[in-house]
């Protein structure tokens, strides 16, 4: 099974930037359309962004377009979301998921469109 590793979190400043890795193993990892999701206490768990398994498309959620940016570097098996001009409404654990493998050309915006979830990673942003 694919296995996901999350890194990069932390605490920084409102204004600041941080970038998310996440690292995976198992299955070959260019077939797989790869995503962010976070989930803050008491909240459901919400779509941040996503690219498919070529890196051919990608989208975002409306509240972080124009500032989080995700890649995906499959040489290495990675795929990365810089996030810049951090607010304290993005403080949430960030989770990578990757979905069911099959090549999709589309992005795929539901949870329970993916198969596979790393640990995650806190991400908090003080004001």
């Known amino acids: 099974q694919v296995q996901l590793v999350e890194s990069g979190g932390g605490l920084v400043q409102a204004g600041g930037s941080l970038r998310l890795s996440c690292a995976a193993s198992?299955?070959?990892?260019?077939?797989?359309?790869m995503g962010w999701f976070r989930q803050a206490p008491g909240k459901e768990r919400e779509f941040v962004a996503a690219i498919t398994w070529s890196g051919g498309r990608s989208d975002y959620a409306d509240s972080v377009k124009g500032r989080f940016t995700i890649s995906r570097d499959n040489a290495k098996n990675t795929v990365n979301l810089q996030m810049n001009s951090l607010k304290p409404e993005d403080t949430a654990v960030y989770y990578c998921a990757a979905d069911k493998g099959r090549r999709y050309i589309y992005i795929s915006y539901l949870s329970s469109e993916y198969a596979y979830w790393g640990q995650g990673t806190q991400v908090t942003v003080s004001s």
């Open positions: 198992g299955r070959t990892f260019s077939s797989y359309g």
